[in-house]
């Protein structure tokens, strides 16, 4: 299912949360929302899951509008950073209720990912930590089998063995059955192994949204020792210039082996293109948005 946000506004008293945000998630792909705090991302969600109504602009599903369309909703699942559970209910009677909400709860699947998720299902879930009951989250939504699964921070709570445990089964849900994963999450590390396409929004609104290979084909991280009386070339676009003594790191704006090879005219010492990771590349783009970069390293 694509997921499609256009030109969508939304106020809350005088402070905009989106101001025209656009915004496309294809189907069968895991779509990285990153920003920072206050960006907009949770107020984007809820838009997507029809749990707040646009102002102005669409949000759709497949073409058509989310927002009091209870068959669109049933093809789809969120999983908030904070999770959502009755005060007594435990793992099965969870499960009970959610198999009454969405015609395609997956019974079967459900038993099978028992062995998945190492939970008390008498438990109330309220008693479980934080992890465990991001864990619950996962084992309830994987089982209704959605076309379109929406992540806030979601491993978040969760040790290392378990998160690869959900990844193994969100990214396989992907590859077999086509869903359409979004995550908004600040651990961007965890999302550049996962992540087709990222969307980097602030402010509510979209400043970049490119395939993750896109995006590092655009800029550039650059090891350089100029020759003794050469400069920096003044028509790259340089982002941010590190280094002590002559060893500078450039990031630069453009595909790496185009930059190099301009630097390479030179007949520069010393010149080596590294790769940005999505951490990088997410604090420089935002360095032209009011965010020094020079701030956030330090």
């Not at 073409?63 to 049933?74: H, L, M, N, Q």
């Not at 996962?138 to 959900?166: H, I, K």
């Not at 949204?209 to 400069?231: A, D, M, T, Y």
Request: glycine share 8%.
């Amino acid at each position: 299912m694509r997921i499609e946000l256009l030109d969508v506004t939304k106020r809350f008293g005088p402070h905009p949360a989106l101001a025209g945000l656009n915004m496309d998630v294809p189907a069968g792909a895991v779509y990285g929302l990153v920003g920072p705090n206050g960006a907009g991302k949770t107020t984007a969600i809820r838009h997507i899951m029809g749990v707040l109504r646009a102002d102005s602009g669409e949000v759709l599903a497949d073409g058509r509008p989310v927002y009091e369309d209870t068959a669109v909703k049933a093809r789809m699942a969120w999983i908030p950073d904070e999770v959502f559970y009755f005060p007594q209910a435990s793992i099965d009677e969870m499960m009970r209720f959610y198999s009454r909400v969405y015609p395609d709860f997956d019974r079967k699947r459900f038993e099978k990912l028992a062995e998945a998720f190492p939970l008390d299902r008498k438990q109330p879930i309220r008693r479980f930590s934080r992890g465990m009951k991001k864990q619950a989250a996962f084992w309830l939504a994987l089982s209704l089998r959605p076309e379109v699964l929406v992540l806030d921070e979601p491993v978040d709570g969760l040790d290392p063995v378990m998160r690869r445990q959900v990844w193994s089964l969100l990214l396989a849900d992907v590859a077999e059955r086509g869903t359409s994963v979004l995550v908004s999450s600040h651990n961007l590390r965890e999302l550049e192994d996962v992540c087709d396409r990222v969307g980097f929004i602030n402010e509510g609104r979209m400043l970049l949204e490119r395939s993750l290979s896109e995006l590092q084909e655009n800029i550039c991280k650059i090891n350089f020792v100029p020759r003794e009386g050469s400069e920096i070339p003044p028509e790259l676009e340089l982002l941010h210039v590190s280094g002590s003594g002559r060893l500078k790191t450039l990031i630069v704006r453009g595909a790496p082996e185009a930059v190099t090879a301009r630097l390479e005219r030179d007949e520069p010492v010393f010149v080596d293109a590294v790769p940005l990771t999505l951490e990088e590349i997410f604090i420089y783009e935002l360095g032209g948005e009011g965010h020094e970069v020079r701030d956030i390293l330090l």
